[in-house]
Every structure is written in C-alpha cells, then in structure tokens.
C-alpha cells in the first residue's frame, strides 16, 4: 500500500504568516492516465472534512485564495499565504492514484 | 443543494448488530460513487471503501474487508454501513462522503455531518 507521511505533524503560526505543510508519498503517484490525484482536505475542530484540494492543484470553489498546492511525484506542498483564526484545524493529505486510496497522520494547524 | 444526512449517534454494547446510513439530496444518488471514513477518537481519517449505488459495485480497503459491509438502497438515496458483531475498538466517528467524478480515483467532495458509534458494556 502506498504510505503518505505529512510533515510537521503539528504547527503553530502566528495569524497574518505563512503557513506550509509538506506530504510525500511511497510511490509516484502520477496515474497512467496522466492525472496525479492528490487531494487536500481541512478538518476544523468539531467539523466534518472539507476538500480544499484536488488533484495536486486544484481549488474547490469557496476556497480562499489564500490557499495554494504543488508538487509532483512523490512530493506535495500545501501552503496558506497567510494564515487567518479560522484556518485552524487538522489538514490531510489524501492519494487516490493507487488501490487503496490513503490518508497522510494530519497536520495541525494551530495560532501561537 | 447538494448534501448528504447520516443516521444519528448510536451507543451499542459488544457483539450487537448495527446499520448506520447516509442519505444523498440535491443530486443524481446513483451516478456518484459514495465512500465511508473512519475517524477514532482524536486520531485521523482512515478510508474505509466504497459503493457505487448505480450498480452495486462495492469495493473494501484491505484493512476493512470482512469487518463491515457497504450497502445502498438506490430507490431511497441512502447508503449503509453496517456491521454483525460490534466490537469496542469499533468506536468512532463515521463519514459517509460522495467521491467527485465516475471512478474511485476522485476524491471525496461532499461530507456527511457524521455518525458517532460508542461501543461499551
């Protein structure tokens, strides 16, 4: 099975800084369709996930712009420009590329 | 709108059956894969499987086969989570979420509000 390993598990930002949130992947996951079906999704406290990623790149409508990922392979970044009260929570990567699809441990985000 | 509205919380003892569901609106229920999450107590999200409600089509992560079975009743829009012999470490919040687009590859792009399930003697 392919292993996401998220990176810091915990990060404390001070409101109005960036914020970055590394995840890397066991094995590539470009599919031999050409998509790289890697997802972010934020998890604030007391709430349902909610997908702010996909597809490495991809902004969900609603989304902040502030909000960005990147990557490719086996490497994957999601950044927050900067970091507002309500961005706090759990973050997760999340491959849907190989059989079967998988969750990073979760970053979380908290104000200093 | 879209969304989907699961069962209410459920508090079971060891060895009981239990069915939870997840009801689909706003949408075409049967041309959406729906997938389960579980989420334990202050841990993270763990993919469980998935049915496509069109056909029936139902796949398990490996972690998860042959310890819950994923069902959905079409003509209802609802799909179900269900297991024969609770355990303790069954504990957990439970999602049900609909996978954006026609295969397993997407990912999840609605969530339910989630089921909670205590079990406990």
């Known amino acids: 099975d392919v292993v996401m390993a998220q990176s810091p598990l915990s990060l404390p930002v001070t409101l109005g800084q960036p914020a970055s949130i590394s995840c890397r992947s066991s094995?590539?996951?470009?599919?031999?369709?050409?998509?790289?079906?890697l997802n972010w999704f934020q998890q604030r406290p007391g709430q349902s996930p909610r997908r702010l990623i996909y597809?490495?790149?991809n902004r969900d409508s609603g989304v902040p712009d502030r909000f960005s990922g990147s990557g490719s392979g086996t490497d994957f970044t999601l950044k927050i420009s900067r970091v507002e009260a309500e961005d706090v929570g759990v973050y997760y990567c999340?491959?849907?590329?190989?059989?079967?699809?998988?969750f990073g441990q979760g970053t979380k985000v908290e104000i200093k | 709108e879209v969304q989907l509205v699961q069962s209410g919380a459920e508090v079971k003892e060891p060895g009981e059956s239990l069915k939870i569901s997840c009801k689909g609106s706003?949408?075409?229920?049967?041309?959406?894969?729906i997938g389960w999450v579980r989420q334990m107590p202050g841990k993270g999200l763990e993919w469980m499987g998935i049915?496509?409600?069109?056909?029936?089509?139902?796949r398990y992560s490996p972690s998860f086969q042959g310890q819950v079975t994923i069902s959905a009743d079409k003509s209802i829009n609802t799909a179900y989570l269900q297991w024969s012999s609770l355990k303790a470490s069954d504990s957990a919040m439970y999602y049900c979420?609909?996978?954006?687009?026609?295969?397993?590859?997407?990912?999840?792009?609605?969530w339910g509000q989630g089921t909670l399930v205590t079990v406990s003697s």
């Open positions: 094995q590539s996951l470009v599919h031999s369709d050409g998509n790289t079906y």
């Open positions: 597809k490495v790149s």
């Open positions: 979420a609909r996978q954006d687009g026609s295969d397993w590859h997407d990912a999840f792009d609605i």
């Open positions: 706003g949408y075409s229920f049967t041309s959406y894969w």
């Open positions: 999340m491959q849907g590329t190989h059989w079967p699809p998988a």
């Open positions: 049915i496509y409600p069109g056909d029936s089509d139902t």
